[in-house]
């Protein structure tokens, strides 16, 4: 089936130490997501990427790192510089280009505890 | 710049009761119009949408009117189930920002026996 595949669902980090999260689709989509899920705040965005070997900066950038060598792939790195790093994180990715409607579809999420 | 404002939560409901979600928008273009359902510990996953005015989203019994006179785009379920608990997030997307989703802050809807 496609979709999108997070790992791990949990992870737990402790202070000082960057953490790697996956995103996987086989979607064929060319626009990839990170956002950040905290509680009562909503969805915010960290990085997107709309092509391959491209990506943009969202609205919480800071402290965060991507790449984008693949297609397929759309992996979010977690450094020692984000001051709070205790949240829910989703992937999503869309059709992208002139096809594009907005329409995301997600991972299960990645949830990630610095102890 | 867009902005998506929805009603705050929680909501807590009886099985079988009436169920409105109201969201309102600002956008400068023509935007498509979004529900997103979020079970707990998962991703979010589309529920319905409406891509121009006076449209109607459905779908599991929800539905949305894309109102553009009001910029609204209100959720509603006649009859709710303790299997619709979860999060609902309203969205919109538009060509001027190049399709990214700009996400309301989410409901919690609880449903009780």
């Known amino acids: 089936d496609g979709g999108i595949t997070q790992s791990p669902k949990y992870l737990f980090r402790k202070e000082g130490q960057n953490v790697t999260l996956s995103c996987e689709q086989n979607l064929n989509h060319d626009a990839m997501y990170w956002y950040r899920q905290d509680p009562g705040q909503g969805l915010r965005l960290i990085y997107y990427s709309q092509i391959v070997n491209d990506f943009q900066k969202g609205d919480i950038a800071e402290g965060y790192s991507v790449s984008r060598e693949k297609k397929e792939s759309f992996p979010l790195t977690v450094t020692s510089a984000q001051k709070n790093p205790t949240a829910f994180y989703l992937c999503a990715s869309s059709i992208g280009r002139e096809r594009n409607t907005g329409e995301l579809f997600f991972g299960e999420g990645s949830r990630l505890t610095v102890l | 710049g867009d902005s998506v404002t929805q009603m705050e939560g929680p909501v807590t409901l009886s099985e079988e009761a009436f169920l409105t979600i109201n969201c309102t928008y600002t956008?400068?273009?023509?935007?498509?119009l979004f529900w997103y359902v979020q079970y707990p510990g998962e991703g979010l996953q589309l529920l319905l949408k409406?891509?121009?005015?006076?449209d109607k989203g459905s779908n599991k019994g929800f539905e949305a009117t894309y109102r553009k006179e009001t910029t609204s785009f209100h959720l509603e379920k006649g009859s709710v189930q303790v299997s619709d608990s979860a999060v609902y997030f309203c969205?919109?997307?538009?060509?001027?920002?190049?399709?990214?989703?700009?996400f309301g802050k989410g409901t919690l809807l609880t449903v009780n026996p």
């Open positions: 969205a919109l997307s538009d060509a001027g920002s190049n399709y990214k989703l700009t």
């Open positions: 409406a891509t121009k005015a006076d």
């Open positions: 956008a400068t273009g023509y935007p498509s």
